[in-house]
């Protein structure tokens, strides 16, 4: 029999005094439930997020009565399959303790049959306090173990195997959502239980692969003759069909494939999928595999040692950027939202998403994604910033958690890499107990951290195991934030220490999987949280929605720098972000410069689980900042960027893919007219996964004419064309003009809406902005006189809806 659904309706109510009782939906939360009901305000708003903190500090009951026939009962075993139960949970069915829960990243099952009636039956889900619980939790450890301070507004979540930032982050809102996110089923068995069915590849040297499927079972009666079924449907529709004798020895059976289709990650070719369905006594387990060989590749060299993703024998650059939880409301995280974010990721050329370990193994549905638009996923183990305890108890948790989490996701071909935790290893040097025992942290980090070693290496043996991000390599406790010469390094010091953002260019990572910089949500974003009386960057509103403490004093003093002050909130809101991309695109363009030293950049962060201000390239809404437009341009496949080294500037080309590509194009000198004072035109052929210098001007020539222009390069490759543009000096130093910029909306034949933007002198970070939904083909770019530049509007409104709420911003329009 195939598996029963308890999803939809259920009650949610309160088990103290406050006599609330909701309709829930379940897999869902309760702020969402309680949100729906009216019974508290939307906690995104203004500052409603301090006035329902009262929500996670009650207990809260789950009910459901669903009727069970009288067939369902004469399975020999009937499951109850929980997973994503957050987190202190105790489950009775018909008023019988069947479950105690309390790790969200658990998977929960047991036989309920005996429980079971025929007709009406009651499931209950008690909810915990999970502040009260992380206290007791921490007061029972033999030694204080400190948690992230800073970030976690409850203490002690470093007890609780729960999202870290449910608790609040330095852009998480602090909610202690509860509640149960996946769907919650029974399983009926009548002769056996499917437990796993996993598979591994093994590739031969005349290129074909041998697909093996693994199961795990157990027989309820022995002598059964029960019989798996294993299907493998290859990309163009061929069936291969295998049956497995569930009384054999070992569970397996292998598919042969002799001119496989190979899985590349986005850039660098398709993704084809292999489509595996097992099916044993009414089970069904269904699997999209992508076949490919991938390894990391560490080597010691003169530099340090590489850190650099092989995949089919062929270096891989990783473009991409960190990933938080979709939404800090769980019942609100929509497979729609998944797929919009995922196909923006890889619309802005990124191949690599890092899951970051403050937040949660993401559902299925991501995975899936990433296996089909070919992203490639750095997965943190859930453990982020604080220090977490090595007892038996804790170990034992964790150790079962690992596995039953690499199990499930180990079948992606999207899934590059197993990390022990987000910055663990540092965090043993903020804290005072640790910093002033220091051995003792070492040795419980160790602890745990082997633990983790020990079951991915086992569950996993293709992939490795990378002890934290970031981590200059094998029990290296050194220091991954400003060492760049081996491992992958985390590169603050720019926004957390206040460096100016040529700071970028004094480092050359091996990998950089996190440096970011803020700006502040877009106007149509604000407007979404904030009352017109609140639009004001120190307003409260503007400071609840801002969770890093000096971040809008350290956005407002960068702008000091860089630009001449903007004269308005408006003009301070577009600033942000133009500042905002400038330092990811000055970072990631010289670090891929540095190819092939430098083999991945990952910038914090890509989403927003609330509207805030924050890293993220795209906001709560699924606006695209500047930025996110800037790293489409940035992680192109092929990229031209100028490079100002000692006395020199150069242009260099740069081609990520694995074919030879011809290139042709200019680079000239402008002045703010749009005169040209000097042009160089030039005609390259790029080789394979290079990085060629194509130009080349002493900086002394161009100093005799400072401020008096700048360089701007077009490229044409193979029918696509890049820019780029360079400044002899901060943009507040420029006499740039300020442009009257024109706009015209036309609807093609074909129903496309395009929007045509001219200027009569070169205008810089010219961004078309819509007070609706939807986003723009380009944004955030530069508009020369003479070369009118057409977007294509991506979204649902009409052209006149487009006019109508369009704005269009530019530098020099800022003060
Ligand atoms: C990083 C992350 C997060 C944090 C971000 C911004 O190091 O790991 O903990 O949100 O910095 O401060």
Redesign the pocket.
Known sequence: MSQITLDGEWTLSSLSDLSISVPIKMPGDVHSALLGAGVIPDPYLGCNETDIQWVGEHDWLLEKQFEVESTLLESKEVDLILSMVDTVATITLNDEVVMLCSNMFRNYRCNVRPFLNAGINTLRITLKRADLEAKARAERLPFPVPWAEG?NQIPHMNTLRKMQCHSG???GICLMASGVYESIRLQPISNVRLNSVRTSQQWHSDGSCEVIVTLASERLTPDSDAIAECVLETPNGERISHAIALDSDKLECRFMISQPDRWWPAGYGEQPLYSLTVIVDGQRVEKRLGLRELHLDTQEDDAGSAMTFVVNGKPIMAKGA?WIPLDAMPGKQTPERYRQLLEDAKAANMNMIRV?G?GMYERGVFYRLCDELGLLVWQDLMF??ALYPSTPAFLKDVSQEVQEQVRRLSDHPSLALWCGD??VIGAIGWYPESRENREKYVVNYDRLNRVLQEVVEREDPTRRFWASSPCNGELDFGDAWHDDNKGDM?F?DV??SGKSFDAYQKVKPRFCS?F?YQSWPSFPTVKTFAAEEEWNVTSPTFEQHQK?GRGNSIITEMFTRYFRFPKDFAQMLYLSQVQQALAIKTASEYWRANKPLCRGILY??LNDCWPVSS?SSIEYNGRWKQLHYHAKRFFAPQLAVFVEEENTLSLRFINDEHRRVAATGQVTWYDWHGEVIDTWPFETKLSEDDNQLVWHCDLDIINERKHQGFFYVVMDCEGKTATNVWFDDAYKRLPLRKSDICTEVKTHADGRIVVTLSSSVPAFFVHPEFSGEGRFSDASFTLMPCSPVTVEYIGNATADQLEAGLTVYQLAGTY
């Open positions: 970030n982050w330095d852009w960190n970051w403050g982020a910033c987000n910055e985390h603050w926004w957390h996190e970011g890093n914090w962060q890293w």
